[in-house]
């Protein structure tokens, strides 16, 4: 074997070694920690987080609906059907109606314009007996709403049907008024929902209350409000290494946890996964941390949640590494061989 043979061998021999030592972790940190220093506490410990805003409270009556301008509603003066409202409803409808008007009055036969704004259903029926007492002896008033049109409310953002709403008897506050907009699409972030209120915006976590958390829920609605559901899309994770389908994945309003982070990414690769060596690199304003555990380990001990940024890297197990090392050995191999068979044939 002459010197420029010798020197090719011992060049190949040399990428071998190297390519046997990248099977190898090797990974250095200064701060590396186990699965257990991502266990959270239980959420019934967690510390409420609730907003300062008038809400119903468990078991006590509902406000009442008070009327205001755009309100449409049938007034009925029993006995006296030439009294109370006279606009038919429609062509096919017997059924009559008045609308309170701009200015919050309600005009009626025989008796001037009435303020009724802010009166109650019970409220406003008084006002009118009170009006025909002159011409009906002991009236008797009924009055039922057609249409709610003067509390409207804005629910806008990634919900199912974006728009205005008219706030009722029966759809007072922020998780009605988010049912009624069709509830938020999965890309809708129910932790970061804002409530617009006269111009100052304040940030309710509705998921949380959704699990009794804390009572944003229940916070009433005001005329005028405006409710926006943001996006998750900014909120992401990152699943790396052996996994079907490594990239980003935004992370829904109910959050996601380690196994789940993990399914979405087709799960571990069978054939080529580690299953003791998951790294998560979860980096915060303070702090960068590494925490190392194996996939049993964390379904035995209990998931955990994942954060906005977080990286999941699943390692090659060493089976896969011995294939990747015999993969690119054995065609070196093959040249070795060959030159050293062209070696002993020049030497014979």
């Known amino acids: 074997m002459n010197t420029m043979q010798r020197g ?4 190949m021999l040399a990428g071998l070694v190297g390519l046997a030592g990248c099977g190898a972790t090797n990974y250095n940190h200064d701060k590396v920690m186990g699965l257990d220093a991502l ?5 019934d410990t967690l510390p409420p987080v609730t ?5 119903v409270l468990p078991g006590q009556p509902r406000p009442l609906y ?14 006296r059907p030439d009294l109370g409202s006279t606009v038919p409803a429609n062509s096919n409808n017997r059924r009559q109606v008045s609308t309170i008007n701009a200015a919050g009055e309600l005009e009626l036969p025989f008796v001037g314009p009435l303020e009724v704004d802010g009166l109650s259903l019970r409220g406003l029926a008084i006002a009118v007996e009170n009006a025909y007492a002159d011409l009906v002896p002991s009236p008797q008033v009924e009055v039922e709403m057609v249409e709610y049109k003067s509390h409207p409310v804005l629910v806008d953002g990634q919900v199912q049907h974006p728009g205005t709403i008219f706030l009722t008897n029966t759809l007072q506050t922020v998780g009605e008024a988010l049912a009624a907009a069709g509830g938020a699409r999965n890309d809708g972030d129910l932790t970061r929902v804002v409530l617009n209120r006269g111009g100052k915006t304040q940030a309710l976590d509705v998921w949380a209350a959704e699990y009794g958390h804390n009572p944003n829920l229940d916070i009433l609605l005001q005329s005028g409000d405006k409710l926006f559901v943001p996006p998750i899309a900014e909120n992401q994770y990152y699943v790396l290494g052996e996994v079907p389908s490594p990239g980003a994945y935004p992370i829904p309003s109910k959050g996601v946890t380690l196994t789940e982070g993990l399914a979405r990414a087709g799960g571990l690769k069978m054939e080529s996964a580690s299953f003791d060596d998951i790294l998560l690199f979860r980096h915060t304003d303070t702090d960068s941390t590494v925490y190392q555990f194996s996939y049993f380990e964390a379904v035995e001990k209990g998931d955990f949640p994942l954060m906005p940024g977080d990286r999941i890297h699943v390692s090659q197990s060493n089976v896969a590494h011995i294939g990747f090392w015999l993969r690119s050995v054995i065609p070196s191999l093959s040249v070795i061989t060959a030159i050293w068979m062209i070696d002993r ?4």
């Open 39 to 43: 266990r959270l506490a239980p959420a």
């Open 8 to 11: 090719l061998v011992l060049m």
């Open 51 to 55: 907003v300062d805003l008038p809400r």
């Open 66 to 79: 008070r009327v205001g301008p755009g309100d449409v509603l049938t007034v009925v003066v029993w006995g």
């Open 345 to 348: 044939i020049n030497d014979q």
